[in-house]
């Protein structure tokens, strides 16, 4: 009995385990992804680099929209008419649904606070 109860103790411990470093990769990638696809107009903090870039920190608008919009909006870019443009998927064409999942998973986390 004691040692049933130790096993369910060890199992959710390593689930545990598991899913934070699971967690962690996904943002990791994420973050990776970003650095390299997105920071050269929207910064590392996502504050934006340059006046026209949107400032992607703090509790914006765009932090409330649906993954799949945001994601559509991601691949489509942004035109402005009278300001900077935003290229599709930020100029790279290679980047796949998932990666842009996760470059979304890491700016939900990184830049909502
Ligand atoms: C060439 C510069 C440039 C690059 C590269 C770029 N962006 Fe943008 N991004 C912009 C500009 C400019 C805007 C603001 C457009 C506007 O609102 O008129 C913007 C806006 C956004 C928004 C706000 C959308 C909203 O609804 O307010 C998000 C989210 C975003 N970009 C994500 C990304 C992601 C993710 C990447 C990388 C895959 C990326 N951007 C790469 C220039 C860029």
């Given at each position: 009995m004691i040692n049933m109860k130790l096993s369910f103790v060890n199992a959710l411990f390593i689930n545990l385990?598991?899913?934070?470093?699971?967690v962690a990769y996904a943002d990791e990638k994420g973050k990776e992804l970003y650095m390299k696809?997105?920071?050269v107009c929207h910064a590392d903090d996502g504050s934006g680099l340059m006046p026209g870039v949107a400032d992607l920190t703090?509790?914006?608008?765009?932090?409330?929209?649906?993954?799949n919009v945001l994601s559509l909006q991601i691949k489509k870019g942004i035109q402005n008419e009278s300001g900077i443009s935003m290229p599709a998927k930020g100029?790279?064409?290679?980047?796949?649904?998932d990666?842009?999942?996760k470059i979304i998973e890491f700016m939900r986390h990184e830049f909502a606070k």
């Open positions: 385990v598991f899913l934070t470093s699971y696809n997105c920071v703090g509790k914006k608008a765009w932090l409330a929209l649906d993954k100029g790279n064409p290679n980047l796949s649904d990666e842009i999942d």
